[in-house]
């Protein structure tokens, strides 16, 4: 193995792809979260609530730091 075939192992095992389309429904996914729902609307849809957990866990962070 080459130096230059190492560290491009070294590079692909720190990747971390993320699908981010729901980014796209967003705005639908509030919207149907809070029809019909009394007192505060919700500010954030469930799906970045699920991606925000799973850069928690992969990354090992704090609450706070993920605030």
């Given at each position: 193995?080459t130096w230059k075939e190492i560290d ?13 389309d729901f980014l796209e429904h967003h705005q639908q996914e509030l919207e ?36």
């Amino acid at each position: 193995m080459t130096w230059k075939e190492i560290d491009e192992k070294l590079i692909k095992r720190g990747e971390l792809i993320l699908d981010l389309d729901f980014l796209e429904h967003h705005q639908q996914e509030l919207e149907a979260a809070n029809q019909r729902k009394n007192g505060r609307p919700y500010q954030m849809a469930t799906s970045y609530i699920q991606l925000l957990a799973a850069v928690r866990y992969l990354y090992d962070m704090p609450y706070r730091q993920l605030e």
